[in-house]
């Protein structure tokens, strides 16, 4: 049985050259440190070859477009899905780099190459206006913060969110006063969110004693004094209204 040939960067060339001769295009490989150079008239395209999408691969990329608008990255074609996710992302930085991306296939003994985006300019507001409801969603969340508990970066650690602030407002107002109904609550400054946060009772925090009177409970009682910082500052804020 024979080993399988390890694939270099040299193997993604003959594809390539075919497409863009079938394009009209004169095409030449090395030159002036350009893996691909393609020419139709004063049209000018560069190619650069690489094995992976990297880094490395993006910024020589980017060095090529002092020469050329018209510049491609080409790798061969992944083993993993096109429609994933992680390939989206990667794909949106080629684009908004204003590149083109080029993968390279390998049926039976030969090879072929499929132009998967084309260089052209990056609409920044196209783009910001189809992901307007994410946009919204970070100035909702940080409207929503008193302030900023989280360190950027954090993976491993308790996240603090809009929601679970509110929850701590609500407890901190119920330890204080005790038992009051969701429309006290809104009075006393605790938002609009009371009653789905009490129904719901996502951490256990709360129970209903009668019909719409709710009081916080020993769980909760414990659980709140991990954040001290905000129990003091929501607890202030009861002293300065009354």
Not at 103 to 121: C, E, Q, R, Y
Not at 134 to 152: M, Q, T, Y
Not at 190 to 218: M, Q, V
């Amino acid at each position: 049985m024979t080993e399988k040939k390890k694939l270099q960067e040299v193997d993604l060339y003959k594809s390539i050259q075919r497409y863009f001769s079938r394009e009209g295009y004169e095409v030449y490989g090395e030159v002036k440190d350009c893996d691909i150079v393609a020419v139709k008239q004063d049209e000018l395209v560069i190619v650069e070859l690489k094995l992976t999408l990297s880094v490395d691969l993006l910024v020589q990329a980017a060095k090529r477009q002092k020469l050329t608008d018209q510049v491609y990255i080409a790798i061969p074609r992944p083993k993993g899905r096109l429609n994933s996710k992680q390939w989206a992302d990667k794909c949106h930085l080629v684009k908004r780099l204003e590149l083109g991306l080029i993968v390279v296939s390998f049926p039976g003994n030969g090879s072929k190459a499929d132009i998967l985006i084309h260089p052209t300019p990056f609409n920044r507001k196209i783009a910001t206006g189809r992901n307007k409801m994410k946009r919204d969603a970070i100035l909702k969340e940080i409207s929503g913060r008193s302030a900023d508990f989280n360190v950027g970066g954090s993976s491993r650690t308790k996240i603090m969110t809009a929601y679970k602030e509110n929850c701590i407002q609500i407890a901190c107002i119920l330890e204080k006063m005790g038992p009051l109904s969701p429309k006290v609550l809104k009075v006393m400054g605790a938002g609009d969110k009371i009653p789905s946060i009490l129904t719901n009772n996502y951490y256990g925090w709360f129970e209903r004693i009668k019909r719409g009177t709710y009081a916080i409970t020993e769980k909760g009682r414990l659980e709140v004094q991990e954040y001290q910082d905000l129990m003091k500052y929501y607890l202030d804020k009861l002293e300065t209204r009354g």
